[in-house]
């Protein structure tokens, strides 16, 4: 009943076609950069080393554009010096309709700071819900507040996992860029062997 009153559309998805567009929009992405990381079906890395740091802001403009102009799909676009916050300078792109879909904070520490600021700590890349709702209990409400927790208290409590998370928002690189995607695997249940392994 829902559906109907509210005129809803269910279509089977096509995965099909998201890869094949997937990788048209990674064709266009690599006009700009020979070193970029596939990270998930709709996500990219892109090493934008090479490029003058005053020219990053027309630079990640260029690219929002031309990939959708050249595949029709819409991009935002997040440029930053570490992993972290090129997904956490993405993620305020998308929302702040002003930025028009790129954020640059790479070498803007006000842009980095507003950034860390209006982000929720549970929108981090690596911080699910579990470590959200600890995060949360102890105070810890966005992505600035986690940054500036005391480093031991941060690795005492979510490992080596949290720690490098807090790095990356402190600008040092943790995760480094994977050209090469490393062999995929997998966990199964078996019948062959006596007991689970």
């Known amino acids: ?6 005129q809803v559309v269910v ?12 990788d048209r929009v990674r064709e266009v992405l690599g006009h700009f950069t020979p070193r970029l990381e596939k990270y998930s079906i709709d996500e990219c890395f892109l090493d934008l080393s090479g490029t003058p740091k005053e020219e990053l802001d027309d630079y990640g403009r260029r690219i929002k554009e031309k990939v959708e102009r050249w ?8 440029i930053a010096g570490t992993k972290c916050l090129a997904k956490l300078a993405n993620k ?20 980095l ?5 209006v982000s929720d700590v549970g929108d981090l890349w690596g911080i699910g819900e579990a470590y959200e709702g600890m995060l949360k209990s102890n105070g810890i409400n966005t992505a600035k507040e986690f940054r500036d ?14 720690a490098r998370i ?19 695997q997998e966990v199964g249940t078996a019948q062959g062997f006596g007991l689970p392994i």
């Open 1 to 6: 009943d829902l559906i109907k009153a509210h």
């Open 11 to 22: 279509l089977s998805s096509n995965y099909a076609l998201y890869y094949d567009i997937c």
């Open 71 to 78: 595949t029709g799909i819409p991009v935002s676009v997040g």
């Open 92 to 111: 305020v792109a998308k929302k702040q309709k002003a930025l028009n879909g790129v954020l640059n904070i790479f070498g803007k520490p006000r842009h």
């Open 113 to 117: 700071e507003r950034a860390l600021e």
């Open 149 to 162: 927790a005391p480093d031991h208290w941060v690795r005492s409590r979510m490992t080596v996992v949290g």
């Open 166 to 184: 807090q790095s990356e928002l402190k600008g040092v690189s943790c995760i480094a860029l994977e050209e090469i995607p490393p062999p995929q």
